[in-house]
């Protein structure tokens, strides 16, 4: 399970239509679900990635230190088991800024995961293109933002892709 972090886990900040995600750790505020759906995930058997794009690493509004903090209170309030993140812009063409393959084929190596049997859960089109990309079933957490024309499945909030995930896991 390849779960994207702002606006899936965590809320992204929307300004005049446009989402950023959070730069300050004040900022950072976990989704009131997150814990108990990815919990759901892990009890059905699923290994619960997090892929990220940080380009604000890049251009120096996010700090690593405060990063490594959000990330320490994901962990603190949501049991994954990892976490991707890509620091770069992306006009630094690198390999693992969404929809790149990056993060995921780094996953797939620590972990040994089966793409062919993995989903991707994101807000934004860079994520269920990734997925798709990578032969994943991606489902889309329609936002205002998303700008997706391609997902598996549309569904509005985290807890209905995660019903949506399971649904699909038993072949239903």
């Not at 399970?1 to 750790?25: C, K, N, S, W």
């Not at 004040?26 to 989704?31: N, R």
């Not at 790149?100 to 062919?116: P, Q, S, T, Y």
Request: include cysteine; hydrophobic fraction near 40%.
């Amino acid at each position: 399970m390849f779960l994207d972090r702002d606006g899936v886990l965590a809320r992204e900040i929307v300004r005049d239509g446009t989402a950023y995600a959070p730069t300050r750790v004040e900022d950072f505020v976990l989704e009131p679900e997150a814990g108990e759906q990815v919990q759901r995930l892990r009890d059905a058997g699923f290994l619960c990635i997090v892929f990220t794009n940080q380009p604000e690493l890049a251009t120096g509004e996010l700090l690593q230190d405060d990063l490594d903090e959000m990330h320490r209170r994901l962990r603190a309030a949501v049991p994954v088991d990892d976490i991707f993140f890509c620091p770069h812009h992306r006009s630094e063409g690198c390999r693992c800024y969404k929809p790149a393959l990056g993060m995921i084929e780094d996953a797939v190596a620590r972990w040994d995961i089966d793409l062919a049997a993995s989903y991707v859960v994101g807000d934004r089109w860079r994520d269920v293109d990734a997925g798709r990309a990578a032969g994943c079933y991606s489902v889309l957490i329609e936002r205002p933002y998303s700008n997706a024309t391609w997902a598996s499945v549309r569904v509005s909030t985290l807890t209905e892709a995660v019903d949506a995930v399971l649904r699909h896991a038993r072949g239903a």
